[in-house]
């Protein structure tokens, strides 16, 4: 029986064995992840208890020292560019590598590899847009035109390389334990990789919407519904600005056939509306010390690891400081000793649709000018997790890669569209942010834009001379009026793009009489640029109100530039609201009264601040919600992609028009005019909050549960690693653009005295690791609107060092 009892216990103990060491499913092996030594209680040490006091990193020139300071912001002291950028890898890695390989496997559509067929579809539209295909593109081209950037890359890679090579697995980001996989090795390739997922993430279109919306409306209701300028237009360049070069002549050619049937595809995601970013300059004449001051707040997706990671970096010709992006080099956003810079998203038209006709079913060939012309295969093998390889092939025609086919989102039609994208082409961002970074005046910035292309920026600047400045950047294609709102015909030449808008050309100022300059992603010009400008996302509420402000305002401070980031005013709110009152006001009858009027009163006393403690934003969100699906719904019809008229031309209309005839489309019979539907919904509103107090209970509806901002673990599913309900105000359309996931990536301001004043914050923290402190120490602070002291550290200033680090050869 002793024998039996302990042959049944070694069985037991075998199987848990061979259990805990393998993967069932997308579960880990539990007996490596519950491993004391190598497990995931190792990853709450990392940056907390782990400070290396000297390394040795191969093919160093001189020695480089990295001082921390309390917040775990590494400032680097090297020598030279090469030394300097090879430790900005290493410890660029040794915080953030999980996310560095993750958002570049993204854009390179591998997530299948390490997630499995879930992410089948996201890998084949990565792959479909040309990801890959560009990022290879620009290393060829920076490869062949600018050796000296391309060294700096290859020092940045083996810096990280070196990392990864000294990684055992106790040591792995949590996230490689959990989905069970390890870090290849970094490449000069996934920086380029980097710098394209964010043109991607930061570009939109319209053109298969619009397509649609022309036969549902017409293109005269079209246009009414949907103009290039609004009537508000406060543009990123002031208005009055004289162009002072001659413009290349573009005619629109006569007698255009677009094609003319209903779209049904899936359509490529969208940035949210409403949500973007904001910079500004003030000019030294509207500042109370007499020094020019910047401001940026870049908006873009709330995410765990954050987005940027801080740091400073030094050599004896310049030091800069700012937010950086993990994977490429530089600061992206920051100052040094001379100038200071920031970018907001500039929303242009970049990428057209080209339906094709392909002469056989391999689509070997298509139609171009009535002739057949070859097109190119690639042929994409996605490593799918756990099963076989799938391949997918994308057909490459001159104007870029086929996105939607028969085997991508286009099963109900007969469906090839191409992409016609200036991210595609031959683009050296990299050597914008070394320019910058190294720059001392307003020409070595213009110099330095000279080679960014994609995505589109507005770039902010300021400079210790006290010249202020901003300019539109891009590659943007030379277009006749109204080329790329709609799907083109691929076989039609005269839908061929005419060439580029010359850099010199693109819309820039200098120290303007008015003071300041700024952008809140609204139109880049007023309607007399000589050029075609178009984008269907245009902002225009909060550039309306930074530069109202700015104009009011006089002898700025730094604490008022941080005010202004973090202002709360409604103004879609303030403009919309009382003629939404107005008009039910006027349907109210005395049976309704007891019933709506709390609600009105509350909702007429409003000081149209978002803060997180208001009611009377849940309110108006809610009713406003409601009243543009109520108005706009008509529009929804057979499955189609369109997309809705901006808020800012439905107040317009229900101010105007409150009769007319376009509010009696949505063909119910109780919806006629403006009134009805303005009614209609304030009762959908109403039952909506009896359903939460009823649910609820005494808790009353604030503005920060309503909202529920969070800040999501990159991997939707890592709930504990993310952080719900965070307490703060603002939202889309207003200055603090704080939504339900989006918000302000990286706020700063700067002072461009003698001595460089300056304070940043992000929502996160310097370390990649749930496990540090380091990894969400900012959440609170930056949701309060607060900052840390963001100056320049000398090497010799040791107060606030909590560790030090000897890189040597």
Known sequence: MRYFAFLVSLLITLSLGVALSIQFGSVPPLGKLLDPNQGFWQNSYSEDHKRDKSIRLVGLKAPVKVQYDEHLIPHIFAENEEDLYKVQGYVTAKHRLWQMEFQTMAAAGRISEIVGSIALDVDKLARRKGLPFSAENAMSYIKESDPESYLLVQSY???????????????????????????????????????????????????????????????TLLNELYPDFPEDNDPVIEAGKKWDFTALEVVKPDGLNYPDEKIIVSTLPQPEDGVGSNNWAVAPKKTKNGKALIANDPHLGLNLPSLWYAMQLSTPSYKVKGATLPGALGIISGFNESIAWGVTNATRDTRD?????????????????????KSNLRIEAIRVKGQATFYDTVVYTHHGPVVFDKNFRGERQDVNFALKWTAHMESNEQKTF???????????????????????????????????????????????????????????????????????QNPATLNPARGFVSSANQHSVSEDYPYYVFDKSFEHYRNRRLNDRLREMDNLTLDDMKALQFDSYHLHAAEALPVMISLLEASITSTDSAKVNPYLEMLSGWNFNTFPNQQEPVLFQIWWDNLYRSIWSFLDQDNVP?????????VKLLNEDPEGNIFGKSGKPTLKSAKDHVTGSFQSMLEKIEKWESENGNEEYTWAAFKNTSINHLVPNFESFSRKGIYTGGGSGILNATGSRHGASWRYVAEMGDQVTAFGIYPGGQSGNPGSKYYDNFIKLWANGEYVNFNFRAQEDTQGVIFSTEFSN
């Open 157 to 219: 890679t083996d810096g990280v390389n070196q990392y990864i090579s000294e990684l055992s697995y106790s040591e792995l980001p949590l996230e490689y334990k959990i989905l069970n996989y390890r870090p290849e090795p970094w490449s000069i390739y996934k920086s380029f990789l980097l710098l394209k997922y964010m043109a991607d993430m930061l570009v939109g279109d319209a053109d298969l919407e619009f397509t649609n919306l022309r036969i549902i409306l017409g293109e």
């Open 353 to 373: 649709w080209y339906k094709v006709q392909f002469k056989n079913e391999e689509r070997t060939e298509y139609l171009y000018n009535d002739r057949w012309i």
């Open 434 to 504: 070394l320019m910058l970074n190294r720059g001392k005046n307003h020409q070595d910035y213009l110099d330095a834009l000279d080679h960014y292309t994609s995505p589109a920026q507005n770039f902010v600047f300021a400079s210790k001379e006290g010249d202020i400045a901003m300019k539109v950047q891009g590659r943007f294609p030379l277009k006749w009026e109204g080329q790329g709102k709609f799907l083109m015909d691929a076989n039609d030449p005269r839908f061929e793009w005419k060439g580029y808008i010359p850099f010199d």
């Open 642 to 650: 369109v997309i809705y008229p901006n808020k800012y031309q439905t």
